[in-house]
């Protein structure tokens, strides 16, 4: 049996305005209907595979488990960490969670990588599978097709060919240009795909003998940890210890029988809008356009328009990434696209919301967005999912008006509990005591009319929540 492990909770800046700090690229629908996220479990699904461990922290643990869940996904294993430590830790503690299964395979994938082949993958990961029943510690690799200084790089000790398995000599992190180039005219590199697979008990021998204080320390994370509505809570106190370091500096760096199986399919990191471009550009012309968008004259193009009244023209473009959203808009050079987190860096240093909010707030209980904002109103859109439960709370400083536009809601004010079908409305005077639930079996709209002094989001006083908020 073969356990993914899907690493889904860091945060890009290359793909803003569309990834952002609140809302990472991982879970945005990038190439397709589905996100990224989506795509990784899918194709890490079907009988040789086992329930998912799915490695995110607080911020995204409702959107993890929503995604998971619109695919049939329901018996994944989500951890939270309670903070960032790169992926050394996060690979560890997946580990002691099936340390009673020793002979167990895991595959660690990155939840942001875009991979259409999925045949050949898997024929990928049974290549990968047999070296990692033997005792080996496989990590995949890709036929690089350019001085790319943006991957690592993997030395092998013999040619790289698709369906053979060499071992693996040495490792090169994020090379110069003119050392890119070098790798590229060689036959035994390949780029480091960031996946990797091996058997419990070997993995842990490996922290053993080299990060055995690491061990220490997520182990005991481990140990007491907590569930929480369905999510195992690592300890906090011991995993603040360990180190942040990542899977090739503290394990794969040191061990001995480290195997490269390079991939049988396509793949792509989608670290930027240049990579997006690549593997979505059609025609001669060489245009990618996403959403409702126009391109007139054109030439080597990406134009991606998010809103659906957002028509998004380009005319005599060439060579250019154009991204519109509700609030904000990238238009820039596919040559500097690699240096889109200098955008967010300047936003951030001005203070400006976009740098990191996304438009669309993502809630255990459904999302908000805002459709208008100006002095002393706020009008939102909200959506509850079928079951969610909105916290039981009051406002210091606002009142609010709700108007249920799809589905029904059963709307506590004060002593007052009713059911609000469409067209039906309620007002909720400052102060007052209040909740929304969504008792039925579809999603429930409803616009919110909020007025008062002050309207931001932590006027808010809760008496009860069942997602356990502060």
């Known amino acids: ?3 993914p492990v899907v690493l889904c909770g860091g945060s890009g800046t290359r793909l803003w305005p569309s990834s952002r700090r609140a809302f990472p690229k991982q879970f945005a629908a990038l190439a397709g209907k589905q996100s990224l996220f989506q795509k990784a479990l899918a194709r890490l699904g079907g009988p040789e595979f086992g329930a998912p461990i799915l490695v995110t922290n607080d911020d995204f643990r409702f959107l993890v488990e929503e995604q998971a869940a619109a695919l049939g996904l329901l018996d994944a294993r989500i951890l939270l960490e309670p903070a960032m430590r790169n992926t050394a ?7 002691l969670t099936l340390q009673a299964q020793p002979e167990a395979l895991m595959l660690v994938a990155p939840s942001d990588h875009m991979i259409r082949d999925t045949e050949g993958f898997r024929t990928s990961v049974a290549l990968a599978a047999q070296a990692a029943q033997k005792g080996a510690l496989v990590t995949f690799g890709v036929e690089p097709d350019r001085p790319e200084t943006g991957f690592g790089y993997l030395k092998l000790a ?68 907590e569930e929480d509505l369905g999510f195992f809570r690592l300890a906090a106190d011991p995993y603040e210890k360990i180190e942040a ?7 794969l760096g040191k061990a001995e029988s480290i195997v490269a199986v390079p991939l049988a399919s396509d793949w792509s990191d989608l670290g930027s809008w240049d990579s997006l471009h690549a593997v979505s550009a059609e025609g001669p012309e060489q245009l990618s356009q996403m959403g409702p968008v126009t391109a007139i ?27 519109a959203m509700r609030d904000a808009v990238l238009v820039a050079s596919l040559d500097h696209a690699q240096d889109v987190k200098k955008t967010v860096d300047a936003l951030k240093a001005d203070a400006v919301p976009q740098a990191e909010d996304y438009p669309r707030f993502y809630r255990p209980w459904g999302w908000y967005e805002t459709l208008c904002l100006g002095e002393r109103f706020q009008v939102k859109r909200i959506m509850v999912k079928p079951g969610g439960i909105l916290s039981l709370q009051s406002h210091v400083h606002r009142s609010e008006h709700w108007i249920v536009v799809a589905g029904t809601a059963q709307v506590t004010v004060g002593d ?4 609000l079908s469409e067209n039906q409305s309620v007002y909720v005077p400052l102060g007052e005591i209040h909740r929304m639930e969504n008792t039925g079996k579809v999603p429930m709209y409803l616009i919110e009319v909020q007025t008062g002094a002050y309207l931001g989001e932590d006027d808010i006083v809760r008496y009860e929540d069942v997602y356990n908020r502060d």
Not at 89 to 95: D, F, G, K
């Open 1 to 3: 049996m073969i356990y």
């Open 89 to 95: 830790p996060a690979v560890l503690t997946a580990a």
């Open 158 to 225: 013999g040619p790289a060919a698709v369906g053979q398995m060499v071992a693996v000599s040495g490792f090169v992190e994020k090379p110069d240009r003119d050392t890119a180039a070098g790798l590229l005219e060689q036959d035994n590199v390949l780029w480091n795909a960031g996946m990797f697979m091996f058997r419990v008990r070997d993995i842990l021998q490996a922290y053993r003998q080299h990060a055995p204080h690491m061990l220490a320390l997520c182990e005991a994370a481990v140990a007491q940890g």
């Open 245 to 251: 370091i990542s899977f090739d500096y503290a394990i």
């Open 297 to 323: 004259d054109c030439e080597n193009v990406l134009l991606r328009s998010e809103e659906e009244n957002i028509r998004l023209v380009g005319l005599g473009l060439k060579n250019t990434v154009a991204v």
């Open 416 to 419: 007052s509990v009713k059911l």
